[in-house]
């Protein structure tokens, strides 16, 4: 007797909801995911979710749906029971993402775009946050995952974003970059290891140095005569040979090694360059970002933090 085997079940749809304070990221976030081949829809009347789901898609790509308090029919208790309902279901892997951040970071990012906050209703900006914070509450406790962007910069959320939910062949290759900073202006808030070179002297004080940047000849001249350049230099170089094919071998999908100096135009932005040269010799492909380097040389910010 002949046995007809019965076709193996699809996998489970996955399914994103994205969520959050009114610039807080979230479009960011969509435009990532859909970089990485997720269908987005922003802006979803989530009472039409249920439906959306049942809807046949041969193609069964991974969807992301984006809402918030514009949204609506925006009831977050009833949105917490729809979704726990979606959950229950075995054909959808269902995901809840809230995007956080802080009040005073909110209210600068509105004042430096002039945009209107969707619930100040003529109010000051931080009633309207302070609104939307306590109408968002329930949906933020009940997140799985929470991603607080206070700290970060647009492309900081973006990479925390691919290394969450980019597909598995593409985390497969270590993604490196490298990039300079003045502590003076914050620490990033996502490098995997941090190097201080305030140790090296500093081109700021001298006059003819001072407006150029650690990109010109004369100022990665004058770091590299420093006596203890090229033995730190050396050492962090071998530390990161060693340590990178390890944090490869961990599936380790992205890491950033930030370089800092007072401002962040000379020492670090050297050092950066000079570190992803060799590391390109050593068969790595990092990328170089310089987050300060077009802050202009300022003695107030130099004074005193040699």
Excluded at 34 to 44: P, Q, S
Excluded at 105 to 129: F, Q, S, W
Excluded at 152 to 163: C, P, Y
């Amino acid at each position: 007797m002949n046995v007809v085997s019965e076709p193996n079940p699809l996998p489970p749809r996955r399914l994103l909801l994205v969520t959050g304070l009114a610039g807080a990221g979230k479009s960011t976030a969509l435009a990532v995911l859909e970089d990485l081949g997720w269908e987005v829809i922003d802006n979803f009347p989530v009472r039409l979710l249920k439906r959306l789901v049942a809807m046949p898609d041969e193609a069964r790509a991974p969807l992301a749906i984006g809402f918030d308090s514009r949204t609506r029919g925006f009831v977050p208790a009833e949105i917490i029971a729809l979704v726990k309902d979606l959950a229950a279901r075995e054909d959808i892997a269902l995901t809840f993402v809230f995007l956080d951040c802080s009040g005073s970071e909110l209210e600068r990012r509105y004042n430096e775009t002039r945009r209107r906050h969707p619930m100040a209703d003529g109010r000051p900006v931080m009633e309207g946050i302070a609104a939307e914070r306590e109408l968002l509450e329930p949906l933020r406790r009940w997140a799985e995952i929470m991603i607080d962007t206070s700290a970060m910069t647009s492309n900081d959320l973006q990479g925390h974003v691919r290394q969450l939910f980019a597909p598995e062949a593409d985390k497969a290759a270590m993604t490196l970059t490298l990039s300079s900073f003045g502590f003076a202006r914050g620490m990033p808030p996502l490098a995997d290891l941090v190097f201080d070179m305030r140790f090296l002297d500093n081109p700021h004080w001298v006059p003819e140095l001072r407006e150029l940047t650690g990109q010109d000849a004369p100022v990665g001249e004058h770091i590299e005569k420093d006596p203890a350049f090229g033995d730190a230099f050396a050492r962090i170089r071998d530390l990161l040979l060693m340590l990178l094919p390890r944090y490869a071998a961990q599936g380790k999908p992205y890491v950033h090694v930030a370089f800092g100096c007072t401002g962040g135009r000379h020492r670090s932005v050297y050092t950066a360059e000079a570190m992803a040269a060799g590391l390109r010799a050593a068969g790595f492909s990092p990328t170089v970002r310089h987050r300060n380097l077009g802050s202009r040389a300022a003695d107030e910010i130099e004074r005193d933090r040699r």
